[in-house]
């Protein structure tokens, strides 16, 4: 058994009038961990339906080779408790790799730390919260479709914009849904700008756009900026959720900005990428810092 992962065993759940298999393991990692933005980000977030923080627990539904599940999982000062129902247990390993590349559980906290602290305006940020790590998702697909409804609205309305398709074209999986991949945009409730862009991803999407954890990077970021509507801010986030990317940059970003200014850093988005060449390859770790900063819902886990 490797240091990442202790199983706990298997047993039967009935869920949604299906026996899934269920099993514990839990998620080792290198320490520190810092689960405020962590989990704060993914609650803050999370499309009613689809996922939900319950007692501790965030839960969420997976898409798998060969069939679905729901993954919960709880932080610990040494490990996460990830408990998983599996529509088919050859999905096991699969599902667990997901949930620890939700976490970024597999990156090595102290050498992003080391090379971020060598810049005195970022080193306060990374002595006050080692550890962080990027929040990122199980389903790069899906992630897409969510960053194209959240274009230029708040989170709030992003999540009802999602929770409203998932109602509409969402699979359920016991007491939570997967989220749709297929679905007409000219049903959305958007601008027709908006809808357009959702027709060139999901288009994409169908011919072979990658986006998964082990998706050539360079490729999926040339596929998306070539779509209509989307700008470096959806192909960065795109990038660096989706595909896990450490380096993706957002100096467009509205909180990312107002960091920068309260810190001293250029606000214009071209020096500021000059000024971000000196934290490469880690820059999607200083957008966690520089997000920190603010005084918002996805940096904390709810009381």
């Not at 009038?17 to 998620?27: C, H, K, Q, Y």
């Not at 976490?103 to 962080?132: C, I, K, W, Y």
Request: hydrophobic share 45%.
């Amino acid at each position: 058994m490797s240091l990442s992962r202790q199983r706990l065993g298997w047993n039967g759940v009935m869920l949604g009038g299906m026996r899934l298999n269920t099993f514990s393991e839990r998620l080792h990692f290198q320490s520190p961990l810092y689960p405020d933005n962590l989990f704060g980000h993914l609650i803050a977030t999370a499309v009613p339906g689809v996922e939900e923080w319950r007692d501790g627990v965030y839960r969420r539904t997976l898409r798998l080779p060969h069939g679905f599940g729901i993954a919960a999982l709880r932080p610990f000062p040494d490990h996460v408790a990830c408990t998983l129902e599996l529509s088919d247990s050859r999905d096991s390993n699969t599902a667990l790799d997901l949930c620890r590349f939700l976490l970024d559980l597999d990156t090595n906290p102290l050498t992003v730390d080391e090379a971020l602290s060598e810049d005195p305006l970022l080193a306060p940020l990374v002595s006050a919260a080692p550890g962080r790590r990027v929040p990122r998702t199980t389903d790069g697909a899906e992630f897409a479709i969510r960053a194209v409804l959240g274009q230029q609205v708040s989170t709030k309305a992003a999540r009802t914009h999602a929770a409203r398709l998932v109602a509409a074209h969402g699979t359920p999986v016991g007491d939570l849904y997967l989220f749709p991949h297929s679905f007409d945009p000219a049903t959305l409730a958007v601008p027709q700008s908006r809808r357009r862009t959702m027709a060139a991803l999901l288009a994409a999407l169908d011919e072979g756009l990658d986006l998964s954890p082990h998706a050539d990077r360079s490729a999926a970021r040339s596929w998306l900026s070539s779509l209509p509507g989307f700008g470096p801010w959806t192909v960065e986030t795109i990038l660096m959720r989706a595909l896990g990317d450490p380096d993706a940059f957002l100096p467009t970003d509205l909180g990312i900005r107002v960091a920068a200014e309260a810190l001293g850093l250029p606000t214009t988005p071209a020096a500021l990428v000059r000024r971000s060449e000196a934290w490469r390859p880690w820059r999607s770790y200083v957008v966690q810092h520089l997000w920190a900063t603010g005084d918002h819902e996805v940096n904390r886990i709810p009381a």
